[in-house]
């Protein structure tokens, strides 16, 4: 299974400024997948990174806000721009591995816990 | 509107016993179907899946069963141990997306 490193593993940030989060991960993935939760609350994907293309934004999440790049198939970033208290979440990145039609699972990152002051 | 629903916040179970979480969704589409686990400070592990052709998956002490028509997914752990104390999160699948449910808080007594 992937091995997933996130850093920095939390951070205490001012509100207006940003934080750019990096997931690396151990073997060459096609999709990556970026994550919030949020006190209390589900994983929600915030988008889809695959590498040489634009990041696929879910509903409620835009690229000004949460800006994603995809160097290679083993790397990503995620930054949170102009950052609010309500940004307060822990990020986890993601990765596929897909063996089959219905075999397959998402590995996550041990996530990056923010608190917005 | 929450597609995947956990409605039990938390669960108590004495060590040995049977520890059941259930979780329902709203869409007929989603043919995957998955339980995570998470310990604090950790990323969420993958647990045991199943895929919408079958009604039960085993593994070990995990055993996850499927009813499609009920639109229900329930996770049984037999026996309970106290390392199994986490947050259980169901997910589930139609395309490469994974939709969370909110997560069960299990305890299990020692």
């Known amino acids: 299974s992937a091995v997933i490193s996130q850093k920095p593993s939390r951070d205490i940030c001012q509100r207006g400024t940003s934080l750019t989060i990096q997931c690396q991960v151990d073997?060459?993935?096609?999709?990556m997948f970026w994550y919030r939760q949020q006190p209390g609350q589900s994983l929600t994907l915030i988008a889809t990174?695959?590498?040489?293309?634009?990041?696929?934004?879910e509903s409620g999440f835009v690229i000004d806000k949460f800006p994603i790049s995809r160097p290679n198939l083993t790397f990503s970033t995620l930054t949170v721009s102009n950052m609010s208290p309500e940004d307060s979440s822990i990020y986890l990145c993601?990765?596929?591995?897909?063996?089959?039609?219905?075999?397959?699972?998402?590995?996550f990152g041990p996530g990056t816990r923010l608190t917005v002051l | 509107d929450q597609q995947v629903k956990q409605n039990s916040p938390s669960l108590s179970v004495q060590e040995g016993r049977i520890s059941i979480l259930n979780c329902d969704y709203t869409?007929?589409?989603?043919?995957?179907f998955l339980w995570y686990k998470k310990y604090p400070a950790e990323g969420p592990t993958f647990l045991i899946s199943?895929?919408?052709?079958?009604d039960k998956n085993e593994d070990g002490r995990f055993t996850v069963f499927l009813n499609k028509s009920a639109k229900h997914l329930s996770l049984h752990i037999v026996p309970s141990q106290p390392g199994d104390s986490a947050v259980y999160f169901c997910?589930?699948?139609?395309?490469?997306?994974?939709?969370f449910g909110t997560g069960t808080r299990l305890k299990v007594l020692a």
């Open positions: 997910a589930v699948s139609g395309t490469y997306k994974y939709i």
């Open positions: 869409n007929s589409m989603f043919d995957y």
């Open positions: 990174a695959n590498q040489g293309s634009e990041a696929t934004y």
């Open positions: 993601s990765v596929e591995e897909r063996r089959g039609p219905f075999d397959n699972e998402q590995f």
């Open positions: 199943i895929s919408s052709i079958k």
């Open positions: 073997s060459q993935v096609t999709m």
